[in-house]
């Protein structure tokens, strides 16, 4: 009897089923910092258990400083409070690419820069985001690595970023998205002097966008927007000569190709998900590949490489635009490529 009384309690503590239980998710070693466009939720299911980092596209700027997109983020907190539970931070980014025009008129004005740097500040307050990202991109560019008023606007985006960093509660991240330009890239013009090497003393993390270096300008190249080599530029120029701690360098990573219509000319050049690359090429072993024809993207050796030099150079890790770009399928997947990178490793 006493026997069977010990083999209750043994069932009761750990179970008597023929099978054990399910283990939990591994940690990456490293940082997986992914952007989504809120607007493709609710219908996309996050891959919360490999992540450690979302930040959430756009909170956008008004004209004079307000936040365009509140009401519309504030709907979908309780998606984001998922993956808090799982211990992924959760950030709201501010700005972006469709926002650059409008962003820099805010920044140029003092009263609109406050007013919008007091409603980044209520919405992690209110919202309980883990921080914030700061996706920044109105530069004119030039020859000599800057243009006519970008001086201005960095030094009013380093004042922006110690704001912001100051009045932050503790605990709480400041990240930002910046340029990969560099200056031995499309014959020496670019956007590679906008920045200063004090500035990002502020930040957690340094989210660099590693992709997009070729696209539909009269200028560009027809070629490879992404590729190996702009990936280790970018991460020398940044930790050489930015003086950017490595374990804050974040190295971004694009889910999307981009798709010229002529040998000829980079104008009329569009951007394709990973996704529906794989649904357009069926038959092209895509997931292999980095380019079919004059479309450019990164497949699953490549992405595999630029994990694989994170883990060997010391780097913080990999940032993504954009999750919802990615193949849901496990075995194309680019994310499943960096997460298990990041936990063999």
């Known amino acids: 009897m006493k026997y069977l009384t010990l083999w209750a309690l043994l069932c009761i503590l750990f179970g008597c ?18 952007y989504l466009q809120y607007e493709q939720l609710p219908e996309y299911q996050i891959p919360w258990d490999q992540l450690t980092h979302l930040s959430i596209a756009f909170g956008r700027a008004t004209e004079e400083g307000g936040l365009a997109d509140a009401a519309n983020i504030e709907k979908l907190l309780p998606i984001f409070r998922e993956g808090q539970k799982k211990g992924v ?44 990202d700061i996706d920044y991109e109105h530069w004119a560019g030039g020859p000599e690595g800057y243009g006519e008023g970008d001086k201005e606007k960095v030094a009013l985006l ?32 670019g956007n590679y002097n906008v920045y200063t090497n004090s500035m990002f003393e502020y930040l957690d993390l340094v989210n660099i966008m590693v992709y997009d270096f070729t696209g539909g300008w009269k200028s560009s190249k027809v070629a490879q927007h992404a590729s190996m080599e702009h ?5 020398k120029r940044w930790s050489e000569i930015r003086g950017v701690p490595k374990e804050k360098i974040i190295l971004g990573v694009p889910f999307y190709g981009v798709h010229f219509v002529s040998a ?37 050796p490549t992405m595999r490489a630029k994990a694989g030099y994170v883990n060997d150079n010391g780097y913080g890790g990999i940032m993504i635009w954009a999750i919802s770009h990615d193949s849901p399928n496990k075995e194309e997947s680019l994310l499943q490529v960096l997460y298990d990178a990041f936990t063999e490793h």
């Open 264 to 300: 000829e000319t980079p104008v009329g050049a569009t951007h394709m998900p990973y996704k529906e690359i794989l649904t357009n090429y069926p038959n092209e072993q895509a997931t292999e590949k980095d380019e079919i024809g004059l479309l450019f993207y990164n497949g699953k």
């Open 231 to 235: 990936f280790r530029m970018a991460a």
């Open 17 to 34: 089923g023929g099978t054990s239980q399910e283990e939990a998710p591994k940690k990456p070693s490293k940082i997986i910092f992914g």
């Open 89 to 132: 931070k959760v950030l709201l980014s501010a700005g972006g690419g469709g926002n650059k025009a409008i962003m820099a008129g805010v920044l140029l004005n003092d009263t609109y820069r406050n007013r919008f740097k007091k409603e980044l500040l209520k919405a992690v307050e209110d919202w309980g985001f883990d921080g914030l």
């Open 158 to 189: 380093e004042n922006f970023y110690k704001e912001l960093r100051t009045e932050l509660p503790k605990g709480k991240l400041l990240t930002a998205a910046v340029s990969a330009d560099y200056p031995e890239w499309n014959g020496g013009w």
